[in-house]
């Protein structure tokens, strides 16, 4: 019972991530336009929305102009169940030529949309035209309801972040103790250390080669494209290429106290030059991940509280899983050494 | 034989992206994945990290398998 | 210190002793650049010119260090193993590299303009563009002495050098790459020599790991 508790509580936390993460519904959001380009005068459109609540009267929708200009809509009819009719009527002159759309009621908060349309009859500042016409004092409320932030274009796929993300940490803590075991092994030389390096670097390769797959799905749905050229992107796959040389370096070698050393000493100065890769990587190139290169973090209000309460124990639970998985291969190792070598380890 | 693993993986992971972009020209794809919010996205991360894990428990059945049919011998 | 000097010469006498070797190696490069010349003929896209030299600068790296180890005796190995420190050893073997190796770029930068053109590089970008070789070559030295003293070590011998070195060159091959691009686009120097700050901290990084990591290799 001693050596169980954590292997329950992986279970517990794995069990509740997966619960959490799929029973959470969605914050509220605006997905799309019917129209992205608009014209001077009167303009209906068909905005639509995703788990926003359009029924409630108090739905206010606005033009966001520029940060301190808006333009108030008239709401014409809720056409289905997340189709929204507006109209509103643009003079000749405008500000700006990329209009936001904002939506807002007391149970859902604001819903933003940014870049919603281009306004290419803009001629130039506005003259005596009241563009802030509306109580604007309501923009920017915030959602009531328990949910996951809504983001353009991820939307339920946020989700990810509790099974794809933890891929890489469970990762980098594997090779992490592949690299501590490698250099305890060329200090004492215990074939105990090669074997926890070696089963180590199997598993953390297993949560790898997931972690690639999982990424490009989720990148083929979102950005566009199965592989983009993104350092994080790079990064993972040169790390995945030094541990199958790893493997390879290791299959190359017959006698084992050699085979040990080399591929201990092959896998710090590897571990190094990937340290320096992934620390390097980001300042070269923009990056399509949250949080680089100009896009919105996950940890300022995308990571907000719900989110938290799913991702850390997510990312606990998930490197339990991949240690318990790590000791399992250890094992095996451990017991083949001995019977097929007669080796006590 | 022993070296052929890791090979044969590597090929096929260099290979899968340009597989799949040959098959992504279908709208099908697009429109299957990005229905109800693109939650089959969601759901196919997940099988493919439910699938990932089995098929590694599947490989050390198999080690265990070996191993306890070589100490009965 | 004395030690250090005589196994350098050492390394040199070694390698002009087997002239084929050097001359294969010299060969290997020339004849890469002729296959790219004839079919390209000229490059005019610096982009271009910049890659490809690179890539041949990679794979001469590889075909020369490569060899670095598999060429030596085993009674020789014996003997020296009897008489000198490996830390000297491994010394003397990373500044033998380097030398050759910017010995080597710089000729495939010379042998590479004279058959493509220089790329729009121009006389007055070409000083920081052979800083660039050489801390490039000096790199690949710092990175693959390591490697191929490992791959000699495995039953596949040298020819494991490019399997297991490749992803580890990325790094270097990212930094470099991206030093001499932007001298091709003509940025100031004060603006790009980050870069080659990085390169050299990259250098000394790799020779500290070269030296605490290679004793482990050598004694079997």
């Known amino acids: 019972m001693r050596h169980l508790w954590w292997k329950v509580l992986c279970g517990l936390l794995l069990a509740y991530v997966t619960v959490f993460s799929f029973i959470v519904p969605l914050g509220p959001g605006v997905i799309g336009v019917d129209q992205t380009s608009l ?84 001629a130039g500042t506005s003259g005596d035209f009241e563009w802030s016409s509306c109580p604007v004092s309501v923009v920017n409320q915030e959602n009531t309801g328990f949910s996951i932030p809504f983001q353009p274009i991820i939307y339920e796929t946020i989700r990810n972040l509790m099974f794809h993300v933890p891929m890489w940490f469970t990762m980098f803590f594997l090779m992490g103790i592949a690299l501590v075991s490698s250099l305890r092994y060329l200090s004492n ?129 998930w490197i339990l899983l991949g240690y318990w998985i790590y000791q399992l291969r250890l094992r095996l190792h451990r017991i083949e050494k001995k019977f097929y070598y007669n080796e006590n380890v | 034989m022993k070296t052929f693993k890791p090979f044969a993986l590597l090929i096929l992971c260099v290979a899968l992206p340009f597989l799949a972009s040959a098959q992504a020209a279908d709208s099908v794809l697009e429109e299957t994945f990005f229905s109800s919010g693109k939650m089959p996205v969601v759901l196919s991360v997940v099988v493919i990290i439910l699938v990932g894990l089995l098929a590694y428990v599947a490989v050390l059945n198999k080690k265990v398998n070996k191993l306890e049919n070589d100490i009965k011998k | 210190m004395k030690a250090l000097m005589y196994l350098i010469k ?78 000297q050893f491994v010394l003397a073997k ?5 030398l050759f190796m910017v010995v080597l770029g710089l000729l495939a930068l010379g042998v590479f303009s004279l058959f493509l053109g220089d ?21 690949f030295a710092c990175l693959l002495t390591l490697i191929a003293g490992i791959a000699a070590q495995t039953d596949s011998g040298s020819g494991m050098t490019a399997v297991l070195g490749l992803p580890i060159t990325i790094p270097l091959i990212l930094i470099i790459m991206r030093f001499t691009t932007q001298i091709m686009k003509g940025i100031p120097f004060e603006d790009n020599v980050q870069n080659i700050l990085y390169l050299g901290v990259l250098n000394v990084g790799l020779i500290g790991l070269t030296y605490l990591l290679f004793p482990y290799l050598w004694r079997d």
């Not at chain 1, 100065?269 to 949250?290: D, N």
């Open chain 3, 119 to 139: 790329g729009g590089l121009g006389p007055l970008k070409l000083g920081t563009y052979i800083l660039g070789v050489v801390m490039g070559s000096v790199g």
């Open chain 3, 10 to 87: 050492h390394e040199f006498r070694m390698e002009f002793r087997q002239k084929y070797a050097i001359a294969s190696i010299l060969l290997f490069t020339v004849s890469t650049i002729y296959v790219v010349y004839q079919a390209m003929k000229k490059i005019d896209d610096s982009n271009v010119w910049n890659a490809i030299l690179w890539i041949i600068l990679l794979f001469s790296a590889f075909n020369a260090i490569g060899k670095s180890f598999s060429t030596e005796q085993r009674s020789l190995r014996m003997y020296l193993y009897t008489t000198v420190k490996p830390q």
């Open chain 3, 94 to 98: 990373l500044i033998y590299n380097s």
């Open chain 1, 189 to 317: 030389s215990k074939t105990e250390h090669d074997l926890r390096a070696l089963a180590a670097v199997q598993v953390g390769l297993v949560f790898c080669v997931l972690g690639l797959i999982t990424g490009s799905v989720w990148a083929r749905f979102t950005w566009g494209a199965w592989w983009v050229n993104d350092p994080q992107l790079n990064g993972a796959l040169v790390t995945f290429l030094i541990y199958v040389a790893y493997i390879i370096l290791r299959n190359s070698i017959e006698d084992d106290q050699k085979r040990a050393k080399i591929a201990a000493v092959f896998n710090i100065f590897a571990f190094v030059i990937l340290f320096v890769l992934l620390m390097v990587l980001p300042r070269f190139s923009e990056s399509l991940h949250p949080g680089k290169g100009g896009n919105p973090a996950f940890n300022k209000y995308d990571l907000d509280n719900t989110l938290r309460m799913v991702f850390y124990p997510a990312v606990i639970g």
């Open chain 1, 39 to 122: 014209s001077s005068g009167e303009n209906t459109v068909i905005i639509q929305s995703y788990n926003a609540h359009l029924e409630e009267s108090d739905l206010q929708v606005f033009l966001g102009i520029n940060d301190s200009t808006y333009l108030c809509t008239e709401v014409l009819e809720q056409v289905d169940n997340d189709k929204l009719k507006v109209r509103f009527t643009l003079p000749q002159d405008a500000p700006n030529t990329s209009f936001n759309i904002l939506m807002n009621n007391a149970k859902d908060g604001t819903m933003f949309f940014p870049n919603a349309f281009r306004y290419a009859d803009a």
